[in-house]
């Protein structure tokens, strides 16, 4: 069941039926300009029940609609939402190619695609990737998206910026790792901070372990700096602070002791594949983490090579071709 959550006098976090894994939060900010962080997929929670729990909260309208990054379950709704509503979209300016699109069915924005062919490259790197490719997006879009309307008008947004609410105010921090147009917002009056989802331990990662390290250290710099109360994750229930703080503090140190791990394994085993480094790197797990991130997503071996990519940009690995494999050493 749905459920919504009131975490001050004028903001909600709609968390929508089903797996909280799978299904973004949206966000409702109560204003004299009504906006949402936010704004689900056709899915789930899908346009019409969206506006049915606005009206619950007596709100009639939303003029304003800003997305946190450019996933279709955080944002494919917007272009209908906009077009209902006249509402503004709101986004960091590295989203708009994605939200202009008028076709969401194409390889192209697909965005698990280098998560994909890095942990499967026999499938994405032979003869017939390219009818993988066309089946697996066919697949996708026809299970979980349907009638995305392209945004118009795209407001952009970069770092510092303020989104005026009329009696409201928010304020955008740019916090790429996730994706490269993910943005958090600060809402210094109720003290909470919304981070899409730039959150510990996510499975996916678009840019490099510098920018997550960055982001998830800015993320607690303003967590600390005004004394947020609740910080407000893409998925799952809004956390108080003090315990998001010290997750993110552990996932920070998690991904020190990763690349410690990396360069020990090379040093004690010499060269390796990231394959063959994965039972090695990660601390901690449980049976549900191994059967998804591991076995069924393998995005702990998509990690590992993020790391690999990290050292190696540090100059402290090199990598060697093998034929069809990638290996590492020490430099």
């Not at 309208?61 to 996933?71: C, E, L, M, P, Y």
């Not at 709101?90 to 969401?104: F, M, S, V």
């Not at 549900?288 to 790391?307: D, N, S």
Request: charged residues 25%.
């Amino acid at each position: 069941m749905p459920k919504l959550y009131q975490l001050s006098k004028n903001v909600y976090t709609l968390l929508p039926r089903g797996s909280g894994f799978a299904t973004a939060n949206v966000n409702i900010i109560k204003a004299k300009k009504p906006a949402l962080i936010d704004c689900g997929s056709s899915y789930n929670p899908g346009v019409n029940y969206l506006i049915k729990i606005l009206k619950s909260l007596k709100i009639e309208t939303i003029k304003k609609i800003i997305i946190t990054h450019t996933h279709m379950d955080h944002c494919q709704n917007a272009g209908k939402l906009a077009e209902r509503f006249g509402a503004e979209v709101i986004a960091h300016k590295n989203a708009n190619n994605t939200l202009k699109r008028r076709e969401y069915n194409t390889l192209d924005t697909f965005e698990f695609w280098e998560l994909i062919e890095e942990t499967y490259p026999r499938l994405f790197h032979g003869r017939l990737s390219w009818l993988y490719r066309r089946l697996i997006i066919m697949g996708y879009n026809f299970i979980m998206y349907g009638g995305t309307k392209p945004i118009n008008g795209l407001i952009a947004v970069d770092e510092g910026d303020i989104i005026e609410l009329g009696d409201y105010e928010l304020e955008v921090l740019f916090t790429p790792g996730h994706s490269n147009d993910s943005i958090s917002i600060l809402d210094r009056q109720s003290k909470l901070l919304f981070t899409g989802d730039m959150i510990p331990w996510t499975p996916y990662i678009h840019t490099t372990i510098e920018d997550f390290r960055q982001s998830v250290s800015k993320i607690l710099a303003y967590a600390e700096k005004y004394h947020i109360k609740f910080m407000v994750r893409g998925h799952l229930k809004p956390q108080p602070a003090s315990v998001e703080k010290a997750n993110y503090r552990m996932f920070l140190d998690d991904m020190d002791q990763a690349e410690k791990r990396i360069l020990n394994l090379l040093k004690r085993r010499g060269v390796l594949t990231a394959k063959e480094m994965m039972p090695y790197i990660f601390r901690r797990s449980h049976f549900a983490h191994q059967l998804i991130y591991r076995i069924f997503m393998r995005t702990q071996l998509f990690w590992i090579k993020k790391y690999l990519q990290n050292l190696e940009h540090k100059k402290l690995i090199r990598s060697l071709k093998e034929g069809s494999k990638t290996k590492y050493v020490l430099i």
